[in-house]
């Protein structure tokens, strides 16, 4: 078995250029805020110009007041793609024998730095490439070349929206397979802005509790998370940047600013997860009295924890009073916004950020296959690879088309279908809320609370305004923590 080769040519240096925006978009997100003044920005600017980084390649590097003003006025005008680095004119090419010696040297011992593999080589062979060369070398043959920055949260957000936090709970095993909670805290006000049970605890289940977050309550201006596999996924790194959203990891073992989420996560375990009774098949009939009859609601399937789920926090969490604001989350979200609007983005917008690409060849006849569907591209592109950037929740949507150095290509045109959904979304879209069924016997308190929710909703979008007047559980002792 050999080794498959880095992928290379225009499609990877369009993948190399994403990652140096993203570097970009973090480094430079607080000091572009549209709502600074000249005089706030100022600042800002010269301490980051002050302070040395840790550059997209790993290694210590510092940038000037005029390069950061550029980059802000770059995102300003062109948002995310304005912070892409420039296509560099061709030039004279490097052998690959000497390419290749340095990527051995770098592999043997990779604390190794490009300087250093520079003076071996020039040492050796009287002359190397350049460092930003043998870096850019590195990179696409995803050698690592340094330790990513570790960022640090806040410990109280000072409005609705300036902070999301977001993490992942352990459940109940339902039909022998473990479950999974992912969800996102607003910092100010504590309002759950995502929930969702998973029978995964992958990037596609955290994309799939995010989307309709964003869609619901706008798109907050940070979000600040751990260091778990769905959140380090390059995915998410990818739908903040294009909604700009400042995406901030905690450091191991030092998980400042996320004890909100924790006590909430103790919340749910207290008075929600003990209320659950999971059963292997759905409930018929059960006496009660006779022993029988299993204690709390019973549950035999993730959409049914889902639906149970999102009644409770709407009903009951959102309305009880937490002892440390000292009103409820509903309420202290609302109040956030009495002389401010959620910053909205449009649908499509969102859409699109939540996007996947892959790659493809088109064949001699004008056509790709994706998921074994078959579309027809632009039959001038036969025998080049392109790239598709696709919904995977949805294969039959429109299937945008990039050809070779980032140049749009117009739309995929789907020709015969056979999967709707990509496998990997498949399991997802399955633990959607579709409802509670079982009927069980008792003192069934989140179904007493299911119930009460159904009665509120008016089938019209939840109207948090509204709700906030409506009957709920609250309390003044013991709230949500």
């Known amino acids: 078995m050999t080794d498959a080769k880095p992928q290379r040519g225009p499609l990877a240096r369009k993948d190399r250029a994403e990652k140096t925006a993203l570097f970009r978009y973090q480094l430079i997100?607080?000091?572009?805020?549209?709502?600074?003044?000249?005089?706030?920005?100022?600042?800002?600017?010269?301490?980051?110009?002050?302070?040395?980084?840790?550059?997209?390649?790993?290694?210590?590097?510092?940038?000037?007041?005029?390069?950061?003003?550029?980059?802000?006025?770059?995102?300003?005008?062109?948002?995310?793609?304005?912070?892409?680095?420039?296509?560099r004119a061709a030039g004279p090419a490097t052998p690959e024998?000497?390419?290749?010696?340095?990527?051995?040297?770098?592999?043997?011992?990779?604390?190794?730095?490009?300087?250093?593999?520079?003076?071996?080589?020039?040492?050796?062979?009287?002359?190397?490439?350049?460092?930003?060369?043998?870096?850019?070398?590195?990179?696409?043959?995803?050698?690592?070349?340094?330790?990513?920055?570790?960022?640090?949260?806040?410990?109280?957000?000072?409005?609705?929206?300036?902070?999301?936090?977001?993490?992942?709970?352990?459940?109940?095993?339902?039909?022998?397979?473990?479950?999974?909670?992912?969800?996102?805290?607003?910092?100010?006000?504590?309002?759950?802005?995502?929930?969702?049970?998973?029978?995964?605890?992958?990037?596609?289940?955290?994309?799939?509790?995010?989307?309709?977050?964003?869609q619901t309550h706008g798109i907050p201006d940070a979000v600040y998370v751990d260091n778990g596999s769905a959140f380090v996924d390059s995915s998410l790194a990818r739908i903040c940047a294009r909604l700009g959203m400042k995406l901030i990891h905690s450091r191991p073992y030092r998980p400042q600013g996320r004890g909100k989420?924790?006590?909430?996560?103790?919340?749910?375990?207290?008075?929600?997860?003990?209320?659950?009774?999971?059963?292997?098949?759905?409930?018929?009939?059960?006496?009660?009295?006779?022993?029988?009859?299993?204690?709390?609601?019973?549950?035999?399937?993730?959409?049914?924890?889902?639906?149970?789920?999102?009644?409770?926090?709407?009903?009951?969490?959102?309305?009880?009073?937490?002892?440390?604001?000292?009103?409820?989350?509903?309420?202290?979200?609302?109040?956030?916004?009495?002389?401010?609007r959620p910053d909205r983005k449009d649908p499509d917008v969102i859409a699109e950020a939540f996007r996947w690409s892959v790659t493809r060849k088109v064949t001699k006849t004008g056509t790709v296959s994706l998921q074994g569907n078959t579309y027809q591209v632009d039959p001038a592109l036969a025998g080049a690879r392109i790239e598709l950037i696709y919904d995977p929740f949805d294969l039959t949507a429109p299937v945008a088309v990039t050809a070779a150095g980032g140049v749009p290509a117009g739309k995929a045109v789907l020709l015969q279908i056979r999967r709707h959904v990509h496998p990997k979304a498949v399991n997802a879209a399955k633990d959607?809320?579709?409802?509670?069924?079982?009927?069980?016997?008792?003192?069934?308190?989140?179904?007493?609370?299911?119930?009460?929710h159904k009665t509120a909703m008016t089938g019209a979008p939840i109207s948090f305004e509204k709700m906030a007047a409506g009957a709920g559980a609250t309390g003044t002792t013991g709230g949500p923590r």
Not at 50 to 63: F, L, M, N, S, W
Not at 435 to 451: C, H, M, Q
């Open 432 to 452: 959607a809320d579709t409802g509670a069924k079982n009927a069980a016997s008792g003192i069934d308190y989140l179904r007493l609370v299911e119930t009460r």
């Open 29 to 87: 997100r607080g000091a572009a805020d549209k709502t600074l003044t000249g005089r706030q920005r100022g600042p800002m600017v010269r301490a980051l110009a002050a302070a040395e980084h840790t550059g997209p390649d790993g290694q210590p590097v510092r940038y000037s007041r005029e390069t950061l003003d550029r980059w802000i006025s770059a995102w300003h005008r062109d948002g995310f793609d304005g912070l892409k680095p420039r296509e």
């Open 261 to 340: 989420i924790e006590r909430f996560f103790n919340t749910v375990t207290s008075q929600f997860l003990s209320e659950v009774t999971v059963l292997d098949a759905p409930v018929q009939t059960i006496v009660p009295g006779t022993g029988e009859d299993p204690a709390g609601t019973a549950v035999t399937s993730i959409q049914e924890l889902n639906a149970l789920f999102t009644s409770w926090v709407q009903m009951v969490y959102h309305r009880t009073v937490h002892s440390t604001t000292s009103m409820t989350p509903l309420a202290r979200w609302d109040a956030g916004w009495e002389k401010r």
């Open 97 to 214: 024998t000497v390419l290749s010696l340095a990527a051995t040297l770098k592999l043997e011992r990779p604390q190794r730095t490009a300087a250093q593999v520079r003076r071996i080589m020039t040492e050796t062979l009287g002359d190397a490439p350049s460092e930003s060369t043998l870096l850019r070398h590195f990179r696409t043959l995803e050698i690592p070349t340094g330790t990513a920055a570790a960022a640090t949260g806040r410990f109280e957000a000072g409005r609705p929206n300036e902070i999301w936090v977001g993490d992942g709970l352990h459940g109940p095993r339902i039909g022998g397979r473990k479950t999974y909670l992912f969800a996102f805290l607003d910092d100010h006000s504590r309002l759950v802005t995502a929930a969702r049970w998973a029978f995964a605890e992958d990037a596609v289940r955290l994309s799939a509790a995010l989307r309709p977050a964003l």
